[in-house]
């Protein structure tokens, strides 16, 4: 810690900066990594395992229909509504008109602030003609035979309830997809893995033996600046978009028929951000410590808004508050692996760059739930940096997703317990959705109009007359 603190003390001075990302050392076999130059002079990383497949079959099951009928209203109040047609959508709901069917639930969610995120209101068999009040999130049903308001008062309430329930924006979803396995025999699925803030892809190292050993073709990049990828030395290389723009260069690159995305605290933005841009090649996605849906805004109030001397010093606190926040455990073990997986190794220049670069306006509560894949959300029960209400409120937010909760894992949780993170992503890549067949129409046919079978000839000569059961008689 002195020599960080001197080291810092020198950069302050000399106004000349130590934080220069060389290629960090690693264990693995070289054959398994590729160097991609995504723009001149940006090269990244990329663990890509293609394995011997003993077997080789295409998927031949016919798997499940999925259909998402939604409409999702979002309000000038801030509060979206989620409301799920299911089969009743019309021709009137989907052109966004007001229409009178009524939707099967509907799901109120109040749009959160930035780093903020409180879980939505489930309204089971909820009406049309509900208004919230005000901001504390209550609501009030107008009943038909309520009480009604003073006359005065009338037309008042008439066009603050207006105002009030004017759509900013309206999305109707109207989708049917259909959902196979994906075996570890099939050659067009592909497994990506994307790391987060100050990690590489050294943190997926279980999953990426066990799901190559399995049979799966898997991808894992290390993000600029991190692992052994080039560090650029200015900011605008680490904002969002920059970085989004490198991984659809690496999806278009390795990408198959069907893909399925792994992704970790700020690499399940990306994720998202791939499934949105395309949709019928994601196949499926994993969420992991990922937060709410809420758009990305990098806070102002910040201890990594210091200088980057600063933070230079404050390196190897910052690395022990890691330790306390990201592990449910700080042993020898924790600490191993914090430092064999380079879980938290990365320069001050980068680490104040990333976090001052989280800025993606699009990514909303309607963003998200316009994603019709299935997801699987997985948190750890002691991650002090992700609350649990915050990925309730984005599994609720999403059309369909499954969330699974370790208890004895934490932020990093898939270097905590990978044996239990790879059967939950295991299970989750081999589940389809079971079609019921279709009933059976039963005949309509009365019984007194039907014609009795016999073996009489004389019977089958002449046709059998029956008087009709609603005739009149003569």
């Known amino acids: 810690m002195l020599t960080s603190f001197l080291k810092g003390l020198f950069c302050c001075f000399t106004s000349k900066s130590t934080n220069t990302v060389a290629p960090v050392e690693t264990s ?4 398994d990594f590729e160097f991609v130059e995504v723009k001149p002079g940006r090269v990244l990383r990329v663990r890509h395992i293609i394995p011997d497949r003993p077997v080789v079959e295409e998927p031949t099951g016919l798997g499940g229909s999925v259909s998402s009928k939604q409409k999702i209203t979002v309000h000038r109040n801030r509060h979206l509504f989620i409301e799920n047609l299911g089969d009743r959508a019309s021709a009137d709901l989907k052109n966004c008109r007001n229409g009178e069917t009524e939707p099967k639930s509907t799901v109120e969610v109040e749009l959160t602030d930035c780093g903020k995120s409180l879980p939505p209101v489930s309204i089971p068999e909820a009406r049309l003609d509900s208004i919230t009040a005000g901001n504390s999130g209550a609501s009030e049903t107008r009943a038909m035979g309520g009480d009604a308001p003073a006359a005065g008062h009338t ?3 008439q066009q603050t309830a207006k105002r009030r329930w004017k759509p900013k924006r309206t999305v109707v979803i109207d989708c049917e997809r259909k959902i196979l396995a994906c075996k570890r025999t099939h050659v067009d699925v592909a497994l990506f893995f994307i790391h987060g803030v100050g990690g590489s892809l050294d943190i997926w190292g279980s999953q990426l033996d066990f799901f190559s050993r399995l049979g799966y073709e898997v991808i894992a990049p290390d993000l600029v600046g991190h692992g052994a990828s080039t560090a650029p030395q200015i900011v605008a290389a680490y904002t969002f978009y920059a970085l989004a723009e490198d991984m659809r260069i690496i999806f278009k690159r390795y990408a198959r028929k069907r893909n399925i995305l792994i992704g970790h605290s700020y690499g399940v933005s990306f994720c998202t951000f791939l499934a949105h841009e395309y949709p019928d090649q994601i196949h499926k996605m994993v969420m992991i410590n990922g937060g709410g849906p809420t758009a990305l805004e ?3 109030c910040s201890i990594f808004n210091l200088p980057t001397c600063v933070l230079h010093c404050l390196s190897p606190l910052l690395a022990w508050c890691f330790l306390k926040a990201g592990f449910a455990r700080q042993g020898a073990r924790e600490k191993q692996l914090l430092k064999e997986n380079n879980a938290f190794n990365v320069s001050s220049f980068v680490l104040r760059a990333m976090m001052s670069g989280q800025y993606w306006p699009e990514g909303d509560e309607v963003y998200h739930a316009e ?19 915050e990925d309730q409120h984005m599994a609720e937010t999403l059309c369909m997703a499954f969330l699974k909760v370790l208890e004895d894992g934490s932020h990093m949780v898939m270097m905590e317990t990978p044996e239990a993170v790879n059967t939950l992503m295991h299970e989750f890549f081999l589940w389809e959705p079971i079609t019921l067949p279709l009933p059976k129409k039963e005949s309509k046919t009365h019984p007194e109009t039907a014609i009795t079978r016999t073996n009489d000839p004389k019977a089958i000569s002449e046709p059998t007359k029956v008087r009709p059961a609603t005739a009149k008689p003569t």
């Open 28 to 31: 693995e076999p070289e054959n």
């Open 155 to 157: 037309d008042q309430s």
């Open 298 to 300: 990098p806070s102002l």
């Open 371 to 389: 994603l019709t894949m299935p997801i699987l959300l997985i948190h750890g029960m002691h991650d002090k940096f992700v609350s649990i209400e």
